[in-house]
Every structure is written in C-alpha cells, then in structure tokens.
C-alpha cells in the first residue's frame, strides 16, 4: 500500500467510498498508536515472531494478535513470510526503540493530541481551545512537557536533514529560538564545526534538552537561555549570523508572530541568515488546513501562516526573502537576509533525501 486510498481520491468522481474511507481513517491511526504502545516493531527487531510468540510477550490473546498483525502487513508496517511476521524498512528504521531515526515519541504525542478532536464541535462554537476539567496530578505538567520535547525531538532530527543541505558552511554564532530538545542546533553543529549555538526557550524545556543532548557531546559549544520568546529576548543586537525559527510560528497568533519576526531580524548580523521553517498553507494543503484545525484545538491561539504573509512581513522589516522552498516532508522554509547576495548563494534545490 502506497499511499492511505482516500489521500488519492478524485473529487470529480469520488463517492460514497470516499466519504467511507475518510470516516474510517482513525482505524489506521488507532492500529499505529497500539502498536507503537506495545512496542510490537522492537518485539519483531530484528529475527521476526509468530503470532503466538508475540500474543505471549504482549499477555494478549493469540487470535486476536494474529488479526492485529495481519493489519499491520496491510497498512505496509510489517510483512509475513513462513509462519513468522517481520518488520518492513519503514518500521525497522522509525518504529524500533533505540534506533536514531525513532518517532515513537511523536506517534503517541499524537495520539495525545487526539482527544479534543473528540470535541471539535465544542470548540468551534467556543472560537478556540476547549480546556478539559480533569484535575491535575501534582507533576502532570511536568511529564507532559518531558513527554512533548521527547515527541518533538523524534520530529527534529528528521526535518533537520532536509535543512542542512540548503547551506554551505556555516560559522559562527547560532541562534534557536524556541529550541525545544535542540536537535536542531544539535544538527547544524555537527555538520558544522565552526559554529556555536544559543538555544533561547521556557526553563523546563531547556533542562528537558540538556538531558536529551548529553550523548551528543556538544556542551562545550552550546549555551543554554531560560528565556520566555513572547517578550524581549536577553540576546545581544546584531549577535547572530543564524537565526531559527524551527516550528515555532505555528503555536501563535498573528500578533506573537510579529514580535517573533522582529526580535529575529533584531539579532541577525548584517550578512546572516534568518530561518523560518513551518507548515505553510501553500504546501501540502490538506495537511496544512487539517494541522490548522489542530492548532485551533490543542493550542490557545496556534494557526498555520500562509508563505506569502510570512514573506511580506520579512520584506517589510527590510530583508530580502527566498520563496517557500518545499521539502520532501509535510513542511517548509522560508529564508532572509540583509545581504541579497549572499541569500543567492544558497542551494535552493533541496535533494531528494529519504526520510
């Protein structure tokens, strides 16, 4: 199976089987979701199971596991071969605990996230985010964050490699606004070894990265600012050669935008660069309008921007500005400088990277 079937459906002659296979589409996250819960593509990794070999390490009944394999063969995550289920390529590299291409964290965030869609109707007639009335256990907060930049750590060091190829060297001071697990600055400073970062977020986040980046070694070049990005950053004018803005845009509305913009403009050198990578209304648009809905249910004012507003917003303070360069993934970026020459140079044409 390429691709779910009602992601290739034509709208000139789609039906009911359309509206089917859109109604069900929560069976495949469902079936992902518990698998990844269970740890199934770890328990496969690497000599494959049986059905009854598997049904015993779960505790679960064996028939019932059989036909929860069998799905996984169909939705292309496993396949079966001489009375044993093994894990495909997809699985083996992003589904096996401890492998550095791991999403596992990701999937069940997302699987987090799911419940207020549940109430999509309640927040439409509130305009907004519907906070649930469960009580809250005295350090929730705390593993929900740890639980979040683990899930965004997994998204992080994938997206990074679409993004490197975009630069040629890069030296001297880094700046990661709203750093999150700092896979992102993790990334450039090891393609690059001339450069140094500044990872700028919430206190707790910051004590969350320092955990996930101690096996990468990379203490002696990073410097770590409890900040809060909403107000004026603690960073020198003109400091920074890179300015990122990985995901960040997205949590906010247009107004928090405006400011983040700025203060990022603020701190760029007179030849550096500023990234904006996100979720762009002009690239893959049914993703785009549906991460908005979930933006509009999980966030207090998040929405996804279109290209062309975060362009004219650059190019009003002054940059020069590339167009929305696609990636190979569901996000984009957008790139500006001061130095039009400079910005010329970069390698627009992103390669096809296998994710």
């Not at 001297?172 to 140094?196: Q, T």
Request: with cysteine; glycine share 8%; charged share 20%.
């Amino acid at each position: 199976m390429r691709h779910l079937p009602f992601l290739e459906h034509d709208s000139r002659e789609s039906g009911a089987q359309y509206l089917e296979d859109l109604a069900t589409g929560y069976w495949f996250s469902e079936a992902l979701f518990t698998a990844v819960e269970l740890d199934v593509f770890s328990r496969l990794d690497p000599g494959g199971s049986s059905a009854a070999q598997m049904a015993q390490l779960l505790e679960c009944d064996a028939p019932a596991v059989e036909r929860f394999l069998d799905a996984l063969c169909a939705m292309g995550l496993a396949t079966y071969n001489g009375g044993f289920y093994y894990n495909t390529p997809i699985a083996s590299n992003y589904l096996v605990k401890g492998k550095e291409g791991y999403q596992g964290n990701s999937i069940l965030w997302r699987r987090y996230l799911a419940a207020p869609w549940g109430n999509l109707k309640g927040s439409l007639k509130a305009g907004g985010r519907v906070p649930d009335s469960v009580a809250r256990e005295p350090g929730q907060l705390a593993r929900r964050i740890r639980s979040y930049i683990r899930a965004m750590d997994d998204v992080a060091r994938i997206k990074i490699r679409e993004i490197l190829p975009l630069f040629g060297p890069v030296s001297g001071n880094i700046l990661d606004v709203g750093a999150g697990s700092g896979a992102v600055s993790a990334g450039f400073l090891e393609r690059f070894p001339g450069a140094v970062a500044t990872l700028l977020d919430l206190p707790d986040v910051l004590d969350c990265a320092v955990e996930l980046l101690r096996p990468r070694k990379l203490e002696d070049r990073m410097t770590f600012c409890p900040a809060n990005i909403l107000e004026p950053w603690p960073v020198s004018e003109g400091a920074f050669d890179l300015v990122v803005l990985s995901n960040v845009l997205h949590a906010y509305a247009q107004t928090e935008a405006v400011h983040l913009l700025d203060e990022a403009r603020r701190c760029l050198t007179s030849d550096g660069f500023l990234v904006v990578h996100d979720f762009f209304r002009e690239h893959r648009p049914q993703k785009a309008a549906l991460f908005d809905l979930n933006m509009l249910l999980n966030t207090y004012n998040g929405k996804v921007f279109a290209a062309e507003w975060v362009r004219e917003q650059l190019t009003g303070k002054g940059l020069h500005v590339t167009d929305l360069i696609a990636l190979g993934s569901d996000t984009g970026v957008i790139v500006a400088s001061r130095d039009a020459e400079k910005l010329a140079g970069l390698r627009l044409a992103v390669p096809e990277i296998v994710l």
